[in-house]
């Protein structure tokens, strides 16, 4: 590789790999240290081709979410079964890896800066902005961006669009999904929320079992289902589906709504 061979977005490759050894080097206790993280599925990776992935999942802190994948994907395909142990994997990282991610988010201070050129593809929400409901037509540069990063390598991406659990699925990431045809393998996380602020970036409480599962690849006839019919295979693959609330008890229901409230006005 040489010294400043670029990916498509222009970003140098020999300063993206010392960003994510450095950046993963840095974060490595975050997920076995201070909390364990429990990984299931990881054997998947390894069969996935080096392009045109799309990985769907749930979504609790800005930032300590995708930097857990950067972590247990490398580990992964170092041949680490459900494992991050040895920091080692960091040293020849898949570079092609990307994650989608709101442009005001990635623009909110120095960190978030750097960290965006491990692989950000920023896109501007539709929805939402500073805090305020808002309603924008589709960027379609975005799309084609995403398009884009999945011709490269694997995409990342947070259907729902934000940290709150139960929230509805994005019918955006439907429409790429039809438009690319990408295969797309659902990830469920769990314990982020407990153990990081909103940003992901401090250590909120330690000793907290984290946790990912990595699924097998959804069956999506790209041509003939419809948006919608999507839509809801994501919801119920990344368990983010009404129907679960019918099955969490009530009181961790109240406990997810308090702690959001928390975490509203802390940070």
Do not use: C
């Not at 890896?97 to 978030?112: H, Q």
């Not at 929230?167 to 929320?193: E, L, M, N």
């Amino acid at each position: 590789m040489g010294m400043f061979k670029k990916n498509p977005f222009g970003h140098i490759l020999f300063l993206k790999k010392w960003l994510i050894r450095i950046a993963g080097t840095l974060t490595h206790q975050r997920y076995r240290g201070f909390n364990e993280l429990q990984i299931e599925g990881s054997d998947i990776l390894r069969s996935l081709p080096e392009t045109g992935v799309l990985f769907v999942s749930n979504h609790q802190t800005y930032f300590a979410d995708v930097v857990a994948m950067f972590h247990v994907f490398n580990a992964s395909l170092s041949n680490r079964n459900d494992s991050i142990k040895n920091v080692g994997y960091l040293w020849n990282p898949k570079l092609n890896i990307y994650y989608v991610a709101a442009k005001e988010t990635m623009r909110s201070g120095l960190l978030p800066k750097i960290l965006a050129y491990a692989g950000a593809i920023t896109v501007e929400r539709t929805w939402r902005e500073k805090g305020k409901n808002i309603k924008r037509d589709v960027n379609f540069q975005d799309t084609e961006n995403i398009g884009v990063a999945l011709d490269d390598g694997w995409v990342i991406t947070f259907p729902q669009g934000t940290t709150k659990p139960w929230k509805p699925i994005r019918k955006g990431t439907a429409h790429i999904i039809k438009q690319y045809k990408p295969i797309v393998v659902p990830i469920v996380i769990d314990g982020f929320r407990r153990s990081f602020d909103k940003k992901g970036l401090r250590v909120k409480k330690k000793g907290i079992l984290q946790s990912m599962v990595i699924k097998e690849p959804l069956h999506i006839d790209y041509e003939n289902e419809s948006v919608d019919d999507i839509v809801e295979k994501i919801e119920y693959a990344i368990e983010q589906h009404p129907s679960f609330l019918k099955v969490i008890p009530e009181e961790e229901l109240i406990a997810y709504e308090e702690l959001n409230k928390t975490r509203q006005f802390r940070y």
